[in-house]
């Protein structure tokens, strides 16, 4: 207030265009007789097919800061449908609910930094639950929305309490958390893994659509450990899903897997949809981001 009892004030506006999240198109710019075309896209994403008659996907986030103020918006482009999800859909009318899109809605954060692969099959470095607020074991529930013609969409926003550089995502179809154990009783068979140690949950569907890796962590490698998506299961053992009766166990890039041994470290955690690798967000506590996941489901293919 100044000298005559009058109040000033001031006020600035700043406008950031936000545009929809739809695929990039692939534009034809030349037809090569006998050869085929040569084709552009302005997506700075990762899929490996960019057409109109395929699934293509978008991963778009905003950042807001602890007092909701929106400080970055970032389009990741189209991402990587991992081949565990992929198996899930190929196989749905296998599990006793489905397993997507409709369970695909739960979204988890990492720092991890390796480029992203279809054989992935979570985040690399997923956040714990500690560096945020609001979370169940780490993942936060998406708002799920159909968008016409032919879009599934979920918005779910991470919450976070602590300094962190976000570099990675991952769409997953619960928000339970990682079964780490070794397993103890009978070497796994063709489609079957038993451990007599373990308390499986049975209820609801148990662990039907879960995705188990033979490994003592978690790992994104396509080569070096196997991997199993679950029919079912008993307190105990687990009946493994796979292209055949003798071929239940794969590779994470889906080649055809020995049986595992008996005691050997695994994981039992939820399968991941979709996973995506970025350059760092540096979010501080009390930041947000706000991630938009867009499933176009083209036809003509």
């Known amino acids: 207030m100044d000298t005559d009892g009058k109040l000033g004030l001031a006020g600035g506006l700043a406008a950031l265009i936000s545009r929809a999240a739809r695929p990039y198109p692939a534009h034809t710019i030349l037809r090569i007789p006998g050869l085929g075309r040569l ?13 109109d008659q395929i699934f293509s ?23 990587l449908v ?63 929305s159909y968008v016409s013609p032919n879009q599934y969409k979920t918005v779910g926003t991470v919450v976070y309490n602590a300094s962190l550089a976000v570099t990675e995502w991952a769409l997953c179809m619960t928000n339970a958390a990682t079964l780490a154990r070794t397993s103890a009783g009978a070497a796994p068979t063709n489609n079957t893994f038993t451990d007599t140690g373990a308390t499986f949950t049975t209820s609801g569907q148990g662990l039907a659509a879960y995705t188990i890796e033979i490994n003592s ?41 020995s049986n595992p041994g008996a005691t050997v470290a695994y994981n039992v955690f939820p399968t991941a949809w979709d996973h995506k690798v970025f350059s760092a967000i540096n979010v501080n506590a009390g930041d947000s981001i706000a991630f938009t996941y867009t499933l176009s489901i083209n036809s003509g293919g």
């Open 39 to 51: 084709m552009f896209t302005r997506d700075p994403g990762n899929a490996k097919l960019l057409a």
């Open 82 to 144: 991992t081949n565990s999800g992929v198996n899930l859909m190929a196989d749905d009318f296998t599990w006793g609910n489905g397993a997507t899109l409709k369970q695909m809605n739960y979204h988890l954060t990492g720092t991890g930094t390796t480029v992203a692969a279809a054989a992935d099959i979570f985040c690399q470095t997923p956040i714990g639950a500690g560096s945020l607020t609001g979370s169940t074991n780490g993942f936060f529930t998406g708002t799920q």
């Open 57 to 79: 996907s978008r991963l778009m986030a905003d950042h807001y800061d602890a007092g909701g103020k929106l400080i970055g918006q970032f389009d990741f482009g189209s991402g």
């Open 217 to 257: 962590t978690v790992i994104n490698t396509p080569t070096t450990t196997v991997m199993g998506q679950i029919l079912s299961n008993t307190a105990t053992v687990l009946t493994i899903q796979g292209p055949s009766a003798s071929a239940a166990w794969l590779t994470l890039a889906n080649a055809v897997a």
